[in-house]
């Protein structure tokens, strides 16, 4: 299951039934748990653990230092990557900085394509999708069921919401909200996620409600302030109208507007 040109640490945790390609290199403090599958020419460096049933295609770099001028190789600088992810070739993901918490997480059942950078310190749910030479900055979170199109680029410390859309080449610069699709360079609303919230199984009476939400912030000409609080109100019948009063509410950047 493990190639003989494979280069592993003495250090190095690899459990039953993994598989390593021709010619991959497993570093120092790396633990990989049972199913996964590590092409050709992978380099994983430590400290990195890496769960159950992932599939890393061949020419991924996981776990390598931050590209951080103020990392100066200390310790507190992981990465975790959950379970039954896909990895898809050239990948790259960074380990965490000890200013900016110590930790790269990507989460569980990702579907991550060719050539996406994961920069450090950047916080992965579960369920997204990014699409090829997407780019994530350092200090990125995505939550969950989010889709990045192609060539999107997220502005460090920027939040995009759960459900959320990205058309191909959107610029990033501003938090998403959950359930909006946004487009362009910078990027800009340009609508509710209908069709994925159909997918997702959303009925047609929580989309209304959404679709109400989103024109109380984008299109009733109200300043966000205002548009909040009619939000807040509308939360009270509405956990998913409530999500979306939370996510703008914590804002620290601001959202696309």
Not at 58 to 68: A, L, N, T, V
Request: charged share 20%.
């Amino acid at each position: 299951m493990i190639d003989n040109t494979v280069i592993i640490h003495p250090d190095a945790e690899i459990a039953e039934g993994v598989t390593i390609g021709p010619y991959s290199i497993i570093g120092e403090h790396v633990k990989i748990s049972a199913g996964t599958n590590i092409g050709s020419h992978v380099v994983i460096k430590g400290p990195t653990t890496i769960g159950s049933n992932n599939r890393v295609f061949h020419f991924c770099s996981i776990g390598e230092d931050p590209q951080d001028k103020k990392y100066q190789g200390e310790s507190d600088s992981i990465l975790e990557i959950g379970d039954n992810n896909t990895i898809r070739e050239y990948v790259s993901i960074n380990r965490g900085t000890g200013d900016g918490g110590g930790k790269t997480v990507l989460g569980d059942d990702n579907w991550v394509m060719s050539y996406v950078h994961v920069a450090h310190d950047c916080l992965i749910g579960n369920n997204n999708i990014f699409a090829n030479n997407v780019t994530l900055a350092g200090h990125v979170s995505i939550d969950n069921h989010a889709i990045l199109g192609g060539f999107t680029g997220v502005h460090q410390f920027c939040h995009v919401g759960s459900y959320s859309f990205s058309a191909i080449s959107s610029v990033i610069v501003k938090d998403v909200p959950p359930y909006v699709l946004v487009s362009g360079n910078t990027a800009k609303p340009s609508g509710l996620n209908r069709e994925g919230l159909k997918r997702h199984g959303f009925s047609s009476e929580m989309i209304n409600t959404l679709r109400k939400a989103y024109r109380t912030i984008y299109r009733d000409g109200l300043k966000l302030k205002d548009a909040l609080k009619l939000l807040e109100n509308m939360s009270v019948k509405s956990k998913e109208v409530k999500a979306l009063y939370d996510f703008i509410a914590a804002s620290q950047r601001g959202i696309v507007r």
